[in-house]
Nanobody, 119 residues
Framework: QVQLVESGGGLVQPGGSLRLSCKASIDISRVYAMGWYRQAPGKERELVAAIINGGGTSYADSVKGRFTISRDNAKNTVYLQMNSLKPEDTAVYYC?????????????WGQGTQVTVSS
């Protein structure tokens, strides 16, 4: 069974930083892209950042310049460095393995890690 295990979430004050990690039980170098999504209460899940096999990255406008996604293929691990955190960044953050060209329903997902930004 494929597992994506997130860690690193928690409570942080506005302006603070957190680093999320996602350890995969698969060879992430064979996956089209790895990404981080988030879902806040009452809102739809949204893509925060993605890193394509080969190195290209993309970010939601709301996190550009504050968040950085990276990957270590040797460790099958993806990271999300989050700086200058804001209360609106509060959400459950999910790790995603984009398995294109398979349909989106075939993606792998982690269980999520809670990030709370509050004073």
């Amino acid at each position: 069974q494929v597992q994506l295990v997130e860690s690193g979430g928690g409570l942080v004050q506005p302006g603070g930083s957190l680093r999320l990690s996602c350890k995969a039980s698969i060879d992430i170098s064979r996956v089209y892209a790895m990404g981080w999504y988030r879902q806040a209460p009452g809102k739809e899940r949204e893509l925060v950042a993605a890193i394509i096999n080969g190195g290209g990255t993309s970010y939601a406008d709301s996190v550009k310049g504050r968040f950085t996604i990276s990957r270590d293929n040797a460790k099958n691990t993806v990271y999300l460095q989050m700086n200058s955190l804001k209360p609106e960044d509060t959400a459950v953050y999910y790790c995603n393995a984009d398995r294109r060209p398979l349909p989106k329903e075939a993606d792998y997902w982690g269980q999520g890690t809670q990030v709370t930004v509050s004073s």
